[in-house]
């Protein structure tokens, strides 16, 4: 069976490898068979410490670099991800479980930020305050931090490692990731491509592992910053524990956006934008838009009607098949919590338009296939409404007024995304001033802003002071100097001397 192992400098063989001592496994599956295809050792301390002590040794030297040669790195691994899109992708799919074209687009989020990052000498030039006294100037500097830390979430394998690593390595930081075990071979993939595109040894490195590898990240006193993405309870216990032990924290949680639609919404548009990014990815998405609240019950009775006809055209699929427009869910865990969130909706009085239970493929029974479900009638009340449910599950919230469907996202926990569809400028820059969420779209419906912009909810959605990627993650990954310097004139007994302004 396929052994995937870390990728730390001056493994087995003393090359870019990984140390053999370790003995807990976890299973990886195929998704759409539903059978094991590979083990993942699990590292623990020990491993943690001797990544730690290549970074620490490689980070003096990558950072003391003048930041074009650091960018000609990033664009060599640009370049390379470029030339091994279609590998990638299919690696990615066959532990996912997320079709391949989507698993492309995991890909090439990831590969905007590091485009952004190839920038790097423009975005890390700092201030300069010329005669700010007699003779007296200010400027400013950013260095980087030291050894940096990613632990990310199974459902973007490829594009939320490159959030973090790409910022973090090209302010100078060394960093280690911590990938999910449910699909670590594109993390893998990703360091070998990196070194390989120039990075010396142990400026990027790969370790997997479980909650006992996540605390030795938040403990390890050489790590100075930690940067996750998961649910929100796991996203505050991060928090919690890495601030307490002194370090640079950033952990995006989990989310439940919702889809506001106004009566004179253009109902076919809306409702194509609905379904890709309800159902795209199997749900799967922390950006998904699994609530939607049509204002009216004219809105709300034509939207279902055209939502039920597009769903069932919906075509669910193996990840390999080009027509499919989304797969099956990463495990068989994942696929039951789903399958009882449903039930707790019907429990809990909703109301089951499309029950995508009990879906099969021919020829891959064991797969982890869910058909697309869609509630009707959905009330605020519910724990079904209340909870991320992370799968392919649509639920309708039925709003009287614009008012009331902007205080459902508002008062919501979660405040990662919304969007509004509208063709009324005016109510599109109402809701966008007033809805209580960090990221909104106008008519888009998966508002993920651009690499140059940055990532980032509020709420229950995200813990920590700075957003991801963008300048808002070359500020988390940095640290700022402040520099006043004076050269007296002459050097002779005549120079004024220097006053502090609050002691003349």
Request: glycine letters at 12%; one cysteine or more; aromatic letters at 8%.
């Amino acid at each position: 069976m396929r052994r995937i192992e870390h990728r730390i400098a001056g493994g087995a063989g003393g090359g870019f490898g990984a140390p053999r001592t370790a003995h807990r496994t976890a299973p990886v599956y195929d998704p759409n068979r539903g059978v094991v295809q590979a083990e993942v050792v699990l590292g623990e301390d020990a491993v943690l410490d001797r990544a730690v002590a290549a970074a620490k040794e490689a980070q003096p030297a990558w950072a003391a670099l003048n930041p074009q040669k650091r960018a000609r790195v990033l664009f060599a691994f640009k370049q390379l991800i470029e030339a091994n899109m279609q590998e990638l992708a299919e690696l990615l799919s066959s532990e996912h479980g997320k079709v391949v074209e989507d698993a492309k687009g995991d890909i090439q989020r990831g590969l905007e930020v590091v485009e952004f990052c190839c920038g790097i000498p423009q975005a890390l030039k700092g201030d300069y305050s010329l005669g700010a006294g007699p003779g007296i100037d200010v400027y400013s500097m950013r260095q980087p931090l030291g050894v940096g830390a990613g632990i990310t979430p199974f459902n973007f394998p490829a594009m939320i490692p490159m959030w973090m690593f790409a910022p973090a390595v090209a302010c100078g930081n060394a960093f280690i990731l911590k990938p999910s075990e449910r699909d670590p071979s594109v993390p893998n993939r990703l360091c070998e491509l990196f070194r390989e595109a120039g990075a010396p040894e142990g400026v990027l490195q790969v370790v997997h592992g479980d909650k006992v590898m996540v605390d030795a990240i938040l403990d390890h006193p050489d790590i100075a910053a930690v940067s996750f993405v998961g649910s929100s309870d796991i996203a505050h216990y991060v928090y919690s524990r890495g601030s307490a032990a002194g370090k640079r924290v950033q952990a995006m949680g989990g989310a439940k956006n919702h889809a506001i639609v106004m009566p004179d919404a253009d109902l076919d548009r809306t409702v194509e934008d609905l379904v890709g990014a309800a159902f795209g990815s199997a749900g799967e998405r922390c950006m998904a838009l699994p609530v939607v609240v049509p204002v009216g019950e004219e809105t709300a009775e034509a939207l279902r009607a055209r939502l039920v006809r597009a769903i069932d055209g919906l075509k669910v699929g193996i990840s390999t098949d080009p027509e499919a427009q989304y797969g099956p869910v990463v495990t068989a865990q994942h696929k039951a919590r789903i399958e009882d969130w449903i039930a707790t909706g019907i429990k809990e009085g909703a109301e089951l338009v499309t029950d995508g239970r009990g879906f099969t493929l021919q020829g891959y029974e064991e797969g982890y296939f869910l058909g697309p479900t869609l509630f009707d009638r959905v009330t605020p009340e519910m724990s079904a409404y209340k909870e991320e449910i992370f799968g392919p599950v649509l639920q309708i919230v039925r709003a009287e007024s614009f008012e009331e469907a902007l205080a459902l996202p508002s008062r919501h926990q979660y405040g990662n995304g919304v969007a509004i569809f509208t063709r009324n400028g005016h109510a599109a820059r109402e809701f966008a001033a007033r809805v209580e969420v960090g990221m909104v779209g106008i008519n888009v419906p998966i508002p993920v802003p651009v690499s140059y912009h940055s990532f980032g909810g509020w709420k229950r959605s995200a813990f920590g002071d700075h957003n991801q990627y963008g300048m808002e993650g070359l500020r988390f990954w940095t640290k700022t100097k402040l520099v006043t310097q004076r050269w007296p004139d002459g050097g002779g007994a005549g120079d004024s001397a220097f006053i502090i302004p609050t002691m003349a």
